[in-house]
């Protein structure tokens, strides 16, 4: 049981955060208007500093050969995930199957299992390396794909193509492989990482506080539909991802993140992405309250029984 222990830590300890949140603006100790800045810290100027200063103090291409591989196992990883989203979210009622679908499909494939390898193995752990350099395209990939579940078209907006998480992610990979790291100031790569560290934290306070927001204005509370989301996304989606990679036989590197990105909740700024695209957001809110609430006892299931199959 001490990988359902340490998988529950994980998980918890991003809920109380969360809760944190939520709090914080229940109480009026910080206003809503404050979420979107503290959104553009956390995304675009924290998260980019943990993947820049994770790849350049712990990326060794020498023992991590299969490292380029690790972006064709997220396309891989897409397109099965975009077929059972298809296949799954006929289950839903009509007027939601849009939502439905944007949620299920988009996973929160970074900060998720960046919290759960980092209580599992430590901060430093190469896996962290492979995750960063797994979701490499995620971000850009999120937030111009995802206006198609809406019917709005594709967006081809470059500063989400080239956005800051790809960059650092690109720059850090290259100065590693030309092996240039001894000409980074010390400072500068110990201030980066401590900017870092705020990116878990800071997300899932903008997290609680946009449900908050959300529950404050809510309209009808649809549990059927909840719950119908829940056995999808959270039980059927690890269940399959677990029986194709006991067919493949990846790396243990490899097939963790892959079981991970099956069994998370979805991302956390689907709300946003739907709401400016004309759907509900109230019901996805509710999707994504209802998952993450879940997957305090499924991821840690998830991972258990994963474990029986696969080893470090």
């Not at 800071?202 to 989301?229: C, P, Q, T, W």
Request: charged share 10%.
């Amino acid at each position: 049981m001490g990988i359902f222990a340490t998988t529950f830590t994980a998980v918890a300890t991003l809920l109380i955060i969360g809760i944190l949140g939520f709090w914080l603006l229940s109480r009026r100790v910080i206003a809503g208007t404050i979420l979107g800045a503290l959104t553009v810290l956390s995304i675009d100027i924290a998260l980019p500093s943990l993947t820049f200063t994770g790849i350049v103090s712990g990326f060794d291409p020498g023992t991590q050969s299969f490292w380029w591989t690790l972006p064709l196992w997220w396309i891989g990883f897409t397109l099965v995930a975009l077929a059972m989203t298809v296949a799954f979210s006929w289950v839903s009622r009509r007027e939601f199957r849009r939502e439905f679908r944007a949620a299920l499909f988009f996973q929160n494939g970074i900060f998720f299992p960046l919290a759960i390898i980092t209580e599992m193995f430590g901060g430093s752990s190469p896996l962290l390396i492979n995750l960063f350099l797994f979701t490499l395209f995620y971000p850009a990939f999120f937030f111009n794909v995802s206006p198609l579940f809406f019917n709005r078209g594709m967006r081809h907006d470059l500063s989400k193509v080239f956005n800051p998480v790809l960059i650092a992610t690109a720059a850090a990979v290259i100065i590693t492989l030309l092996d240039l790291k001894a000409y980074l100031p010390e400072f500068l790569v110990s201030g980066l990482k401590l900017v870092g560290g705020m990116t878990v934290p800071l997300l899932m306070i903008v997290l609680g506080g946009n449900i908050f927001l959300d529950l404050r204005a809510s309209g009808a509370v649809h549990y059927g539909e909840a719950l119908k989301f829940v056995c999808v996304k959270n039980v059927l989606f690890p269940a399959i991802a677990l029986g194709a990679l006991l067919l493949l036989r990846p790396p243990y590197e490899i097939a963790l993140i892959v079981m991970l990105q099956s069994a998370v909740p979805p991302v956390t700024a689907i709300p946003i992405i739907t709401e400016r695209e004309g759907g509900d957001r109230n019901i996805v809110n509710q999707y994504m309250v209802a998952s993450f609430l879940f997957s305090l006892t499924s991821l840690p299931a998830v991972i258990m029984v994963f474990s029986w199959f696969f080893g470090p």
